[in-house]
Structure formats: C-alpha cells, structure tokens
C-alpha cells in the first residue's frame, strides 16, 4: 500500500503547483508517514489477526483503517496545499488498496488454511455450566478441536495420563489448587494451555510490577482511573462526540421528524440507568416502540415496534442521542455498558462483583459489547468490563472505538436470549462417542 501510494507521487497525479517542494525526496517521507500510519490503524483494528478473526472480519478490519488512513492523508495534504485539492486520486487509491488488501488477506488465509490445522484439545471442567464453552470453540473448529471433555473429578494422574493423545488442554472453571496443579504441569511440559480467568485473574492481569525489591510485587489497581487518566479519557469523550454530533446532526433531524410523522409521540425515550459510583441518569434513544409499549407484553415479532423504530434498530441509530448524554458527562464513549437499576439489583444480588463496574462511568461501547454478545452471561460480561479497567489507556479507547465500527455489521452481536446451551446433552453425546 506504500509502494501504491510512492507510485501516486512518482506520476505526479497531485497538481505540480500544490506540492512542487516534495516531489523529490519528499515523497520518501511522505511514503513513509503512510506506511506507519497503515500499520498502526489496521493493527488497532485487529486487521492483522490471520487465522484468529474469520477472514471477513480481518478482511473489513483492514478496509476500515485504509478509509481511516486516507481520509487522514486526504485532510494532510489539504493542509500542505492550503487549499481542499481534488479528492479523485486519494479515492483512486482507496480501490486500489482495498484490491491489495482483498488479494493479501485471501493468499494469507490460504497459505494458514494449507499449513496449519486445529489443536486437538481436551477439556477440563470444574461445574456441568462451564461445558458451555465448548459450543462457543466449536463454531471456530478451523482453530479448535475439543475433541474429549473431562471432568476434574477424575483426578489428576488420569487427566495428566490422558494429556499425552492431545496437542493442548482447556481448563475451565476449575477450583484455584487444582488448577495451578495443571497450569504447572502443562508450563513444565510444554503444553498448549487455554484458561478461562477468574475476576481475581483478571483484577491480577491489570496489576503493575514493582522491582524496588528481590521479591516480586505487584500493585492491584482498585481505584478505577487516576486522575489524569480520567481528564485525557474526558476530552477525548467531548471532543469526539461534539464532531460526531455536528457530523450527524441532519441524519438525527431526518430520524426525529420521520418519529414525530409516524404516531406524533415524543421523540426520545428515556430510561434510568446506573453509571460511576452507583448514580443513575435518564439515557437517552430514539423511541422505536409505541408510548406505552412497558405496559404491553412482548411478542415473538414485537409488534410494540414502531415501523421507524424496526429501521433504526437494524442500523443502530437509535443509539445516537446517547451523544448528548456522554457530553453532558453521564456517560463515556467506552465503558461498561450502563445497566438499567433493576437489572443491576438483580445482578449484584447474585454476583457480589458485579458492582465492581461502577469504578468507571459507563459507556456506548466497550470490551462487552466488542467481544460478548446479547446472550453472554452476567459473570463473563464482568470479567469482559474488568479487563477493559484493568488495561485501560487511551490508545485501547481509540481501538476500541474503531473495533466498534466492524461489529455493528456482524449478525452474531445481535443474538438474542433465546439460544440454550444443553449441557447434559453436550457430556452425554461426548461420553457416547468415548464409548463407541
């Protein structure tokens, strides 16, 4: 894409007059702010992640950050010119590096599909519930084969023995003695080792190492973000969502009037949700049901949408005035998905940790929206959030508000409630297939 990029400047396609000064080594220079900038933006949108993403994803990833990096070349070199120069060649080189990226990504696959194949892994788990993880590996079989699940009961010396047929072992939901018994096993003899954290793994995976000593120390982050970090993640919120508003402030009016059009009902909905700190706050979407739609049960086609609604739910545009509430300061552009007050009672009353997430203020996107989907449980999206807190800085909000922009197009994030992992179902079709 840099050598595409050298080859606009070595035709001169730009107007001698604009950039007269770097059509001699210049260029050299400006091929290689390019290359940098494409490295790093398709990086932070996992664009690089050949054989771990589907080819889609890494496919779209990458054509998210060549739009990225050259709308930001196109505005660049604006600048230099001092005037908006003709858009024609950056558009011409657009096409051709996303017919660069299309051949790349599929003779990379190609090359990962023919050389490699998926670990034969057995599955060790602690309850029946977290056998659940092995219908989630399955839809990748190109990367994963859980081909044997056992439980720890079995005992260490028969699992340790069963090791020898496989390339590696998931260890899921086991009690933390047993666990560090097989994690060293595995460390001592190179094996291939999937562990599905606890929160005090995860809460331990954001600690920073401390060498003043001979002893190993590791300082636990309980605060949330420090001070600095939370001016830094506050300008980025105001001036993001500012630009965004004013960019999309005519697809807004164009949302409002046709709403008002439909019933002549209010424009917004309004719901009380909990951010920082346990307060609670009116977010804000466009309406898509009927006024009283929390009166009227839910039906298998929801008849309480709204025709408008139905539109602006597939594109995810009901989620925009949510702009005005992260610049009024309830919210963030990445966080902890806010959760209604109900829903937040219910979920700490059984999981004590689910209050953990309030260390921060909560967001449109984040870690949970990204990774998880509709139907992941209350325990994995608090690890998925705590991850994000742990790990915060600010060059992981910039990816993750670019990660934001591929999942909006993946079906799968949108998966409802209505799918049911059948446990017994899944040991029982696994020890019958041992049996035979």
């Not at 035709?11 to 091929?31: A, C, N, S, T």
């Not at 003043?212 to 993640?233: A, C, R, S, W, Y």
């Not at 500012?242 to 309004?270: C, N, Q, R």
Request: charged residues 25%; aromatic residues 12%; glycine residues 6%.
């Amino acid at each position: 894409m840099a050598v595409a990029y050298y080859f606009v400047w070595k035709y001169k396609i730009f107007d001698k007059e604009y950039f007269y000064p770097f059509l001699g080594r210049g260029k050299y220079v400006l091929m290689g702010i390019y290359f940098l900038m494409m490295l790093v933006i398709i990086h932070l949108c996992e664009g690089f992640k050949y054989g771990y993403l589907r080819i889609a994803d890494v496919l779209f990833s990458q054509w998210i950050g060549i739009f990225i990096v050259n709308t930001i070349t196109y505005l660049q070199l604006c600048l230099m010119a001092n005037i908006l120069i003709p858009a024609g060649p950056l558009l011409w080189l657009t096409l051709g590096d996303f017919g660069i990226s299309l051949i790349c990504v599929y003779l990379f696959f190609a090359i990962y599909d023919r050389h490699a194949r998926a670990s034969k892994l057995l599955m060790v788990y602690g309850n029946k519930e977290s056998v659940g993880l092995k219908v989630k590996m399955d839809t990748r079989s190109d990367s994963y084969n859980v081909s044997k699940i056992v439980s720890i009961c079995e005992g260490m010396d028969a699992i340790f023995e069963m090791l020898k047929d496989y390339d590696g072992i998931v260890i899921s939901d086991v009690s933390a003695k047993e666990r560090n018994d097989l994690l060293k096993y595995c460390f001592m003899h190179d094996i291939t080792t999937y562990i599905t954290p606890k929160i005090s793994d995860v809460i331990i995976g954001g600690g920073e190492g401390i060498h003043q000593f001979d002893t190993p120390l590791v300082h636990i982050n309980t605060i949330g973000l420090t001070p600095e970090q939370e001016i830094v993640k506050r300008f980025f919120d105001v001036v993001l969502c500012t630009v965004a508003a004013v960019v999309f402030s005519p697809l807004m009016l164009i949302i409002a009037i046709a709403i008002k059009l439909e019933d002549h009902g209010p424009v917004f909905y309004k719901q009380a949700r909990v951010t920082k700190d346990g307060k609670i706050f009116d977010i804000l979407k466009f309406r898509s049901m009927v006024e009283d739609a929390d009166q009227r049960p839910a039906t298998d086609d929801d008849d309480r949408i709204t025709k408008v609604g139905h539109v602006i739910r597939a594109t995810r545009v009901d989620e925009l005035p949510q702009l005005f509430n992260i610049i009024k300061g309830d919210m963030s552009i990445v966080g902890p998905r806010p959760e209604r007050t109900e829903h937040v009672e219910k979920y700490t009353a059984a999981i004590p940790e689910f209050e953990f997430r309030s260390k921060v203020k909560g967001g449109l996107t984040g870690y949970a929206q990204i990774y998880g989907k509709y139907n992941t449980s209350a325990y994995d999206k608090i690890k998925l959030d705590l991850m994000y807190i742990e790990k915060y800085s600010f060059l992981l909000d910039i990816k993750l508000v670019l990660m934001t922009i591929r999942i909006l197009f993946k079906k799968e994030s949108t998966e409802g409630f209505d799918k049911v992992v059948d446990v017994d179902k899944i040991l029982s079709s696994i020890e019958s297939r041992d049996n035979d």
